[in-house]
């Protein structure tokens, strides 16, 4: 009796571990932001936090200065922006040359007048409301 107990146990124990690793595997599969998060590689993090810098220290104050939250809604739902990540460096108003320094190291160099990030703005249109594309070009 007591080695048929075990192995219900331990059968009962199997199914909930397998059933667990099936559900995460499903979630990850279908929310592909949870994928790009857990893979993304330190060159896109760094590029990201590039974006990050460039949107909410830069970009984002200068185009909402003194404009209504319908303003800024009509004007940011209309537009993607898409800048090469060379070009981000030379804004004064954001601190990114040691980032850039760091990426420009690398042994897996990429072309930075190539390689680009396209921010868009995402609904209610506040500060931290966009989604972020990066494309690395390889040299």
Do not use: C
Not at 58 to 76: D, R
């Amino acid at each position: 009796m007591k080695t048929s107990k075990k192995k219900s146990i331990t059968f009962v124990l199997l199914a909930v571990v397998l059933t667990l690793a099936l559900g995460i595997g499903v979630l990850l599969l279908t929310n592909n932001s949870i994928l790009d998060r857990i893979f993304i590689n330190k060159t896109e993090k760094d590029v990201l936090v590039m974006a990050d810098k460039f949107y909410q220290e830069f970009y984002y104050p200068l185009v909402t200065n003194g404009k209504s939250q319908q303003q800024i809604e009509e004007l940011l739902s209309e537009k993607e922006i898409t800048i090469p990540i060379s070009e981000i460096v030379k804004i004064s108003e954001i601190d990114v040359k040691d980032i850039y320094e760091s990426l420009n190291k690398k042994k897996d160099t990429y072309d930075w007048e190539l390689s680009t990030i396209k921010i868009k703005a995402t609904s209610p249109y506040k500060i931290t409301d966009y989604e972020v594309k990066v494309d690395l070009a390889k040299h």
